[in-house]
């Protein structure tokens, strides 16, 4: 049986990436919380956007250059060069999401419904919203409010919090 | 593994209070050990209980997304209904293991 005397009662998760590994690990990591009765808030900033943003959300890739986990299926190695080819990157990532569709992993949008649905709540960072000159009107639905980093460590406050980068 | 009464009859429990022999389960042990989570069952509870023991019968995983998409009840509908932690409290009243879901 775990420790239960010092339980996590929050998660305060950040997502500064627009790679699928990147926005799913904070994705999965917010609705589990959400799933144990933990409270969960996710703060997406820099290239992160993209996971909130309607225009790029569904189209989020893993990167097939520079990615040294990068491997062929089945396990052989994957050239660099092949991966910079045009359309081996959404390929691949096609294939990646088709994975976790068979696991029941959600995509981005539904996955941000099923987190709010459980009452976690997701931010996008005013300071980026700024530098990429987006508007509230560019997020989706599930995105609670644009706020500073300052806010956003405001609503940590209270035993028993993390702070989470991804 | 232990052995514990509910409504009367003697059901054996793993520590963590889920009934081990599905086939132990009523709804009036459902009902006690919704009491113990605090909850009082209604008929919309008790939609959602026989549609996850339907499911964990037949040998499915459940998913929080594949209960939301069920008709039964929606995301929302199970967080309320089962405040907290819906999918380990909902699973414990219906008598069946407690599931190893990570979505």
Redesign the interface.
């Known amino acids: 049986m775990a420790n239960l005397d010092h339980p996590i009662k929050k998660v305060m998760i950040i997502c500064a990436k627009a790679n699928i590994e990147d926005v799913y690990a904070a994705l999965v990591m917010a609705n589990g919380a959400v799933m144990e009765g933990i409270e969960a808030k996710v703060f997406f900033t820099f290239f992160g956007l993209d996971a909130i943003t309607k225009k790029q959300m569904k189209k989020l890739h893993t990167a097939t250059v520079g990615n040294p986990g990068m491997r062929m299926p089945g396990g052989l190695p994957f050239p660099s060069i092949l991966g910079m080819l045009p359309g081996v990157e959404a390929g691949v990532s096609a294939m990646m999401k088709s994975q976790m569709e068979k696991l029941d992993i959600p995509p981005v949008d539904e996955f941000l419904e099923l987190i709010t649905a459980g009452g976690g709540e997701i931010y996008a960072c005013k300071l980026a919203v700024e530098m990429f000159g987006l508007k509230k009107e560019d997020f989706c639905e599930h995105v609670k409010d644009i706020i500073t980093i300052g806010q956003f460590y405001e609503l940590a406050a209270g035993e028993g919090t993390q702070i989470i980068f991804t | 593994m232990a052995e514990k009464i509910f409504a009367g009859v003697s059901v054996t429990v793993t ?2 209070g889920y009934l081990t022999i599905p086939s132990q389960w009523t709804k009036e042990i459902a009902i006690e050990i919704a009491k113990e989570e605090g909850l009082t069952l209604t008929d919309k509870h008790f939609a959602v209980i026989e549609y996850l023991r339907e499911r964990v019968l037949k040998g499915e ?1 459940l ?4 209960i ?1 998409k069920s008709g039964v009840v ?3 509908g199970f ?1 309320e209904l089962f ?6 409290k909902a699973t414990k009243i219906a008598g069946v293991a407690k599931p190893v ?3």
């Open positions: 520590d963590e995983a998913t929080i997304r594949s939301g929606d995301t929302k967080y405040p907290g932690a819906p999918l380990k879901s990570c979505v």
